[in-house]
């Protein structure tokens, strides 16, 4: 009698579990479809169709598309660049991020104060002010940076800052009885920090700093303000204002940001769901 309770028991939960699952596939289903109906829509929205319905004439846009041909090889060039921006500033982000973070855990007065003034001030002024800081303003003091170098400056501060709260959250998540066992075990407060403490301290960070990178890919199109970073904005710009096609120029550059966005999006999903096996 027991063990056929208990089969029954086990067939019940088999069913809910497969119901569940044909309920997330529908779902999915669906919002594939919508997705494919609202892309078929904003295809439709720049065919450049015309209807005309008694006196009401309704067109939609009209792109060149010759134009379109002809530069999107010119602008797709600048994706190097924009991912070369976004690599660098993110691993310059992490970095400082890390340190400010230990710096707001720190109970040693300086080593606090300097961590909360440079995400103070990072955090008061714009991520725009900041590249031209570092591309205009320091040469009155005799430094010379390249667009490059000042982008990846201006964007690894500006996120680091943002970061270090991310980071200051990861540390002290982890539990003081741990740091108290790795101690016992005979480690020492570095060793404790490599081989305790930051690889927890990373795992939750990682999700929140896949977000950042996305963001930072898209704000990485700030740099092309100097005139001298050849990276996707600054290509679509160049092309659109010299043929007058500013609205093809900028919808190419729109769809190349957006692929990499969807892209850097499902490679986020995969990692955090590998992360979320050690939750099970």
């Known amino acids: 009698m027991a063990l056929t309770e208990k089969h029954e028991s086990t067939s019940h939960a088999e069913q809910l579990y497969q119901a569940q699952l044909r309920r997330d596939r529908i779902f999915r289903a669906n919002v594939g479809v919508s997705w494919a109906v609202l892309f078929l829509i ?81 955090r008061g002024t714009p991520l725009y002010l900041q590249i031209f800081f570092f591309f205009l303003a320091l040469p009155q003091l005799g430094i010379v940076l390249s667009g490059l170098v000042s982008g990846v400056l201006a964007l690894g501060l500006n996120y680091g800052a943002y970061m270090s709260e991310t980071f200051r959250a990861g540390l002290s998540s982890v539990g003081k009885g741990q740091r108290e066992a790795a101690m016992a075990l005979g480690m020492t407060p570095g060793q404790t920090m490599r081989r305790v ?84």
């Open 197 to 280: 403490v930051l690889p927890q301290a990373l795992r939750f960070a990682i999700p929140p700093m896949g977000n950042d990178f996305i963001s930072m890919t898209k704000d990485s199109a700030l740099v092309s303000a100097t005139g001298f970073v050849h990276e996707l904005m600054w290509r679509a710009v160049k092309v659109g204002r010299a043929q007058f096609n500013n609205l093809e120029a900028l919808i190419i550059a729109a769809i190349f940001y957006w692929m990499m966005t969807l892209i850097l999006t499902y490679i986020q999903g995969k990692i955090e769901t590998h992360l979320a096996k050690g939750d099970r």
């Open 42 to 122: 904003l295809i439709f929205l720049f065919s450049g169709q015309k209807f005309e319905l008694g006196d009401f004439t309704f067109k939609t846009i009209s792109l060149n598309t010759s134009f379109i041909v002809k530069n999107l090889w010119f602008i797709a060039q600048g994706l190097g660049q924009t991912l070369l921006i976004s690599s660098l500033s993110i691993l310059f982000a992490m970095t400082l991020a890390l340190f400010a973070a230990l710096g707001r855990l720190s109970a040693f007065p300086p080593f606090y104060a300097v961590s909360t003034f440079y995400v103070s001030l990072i």
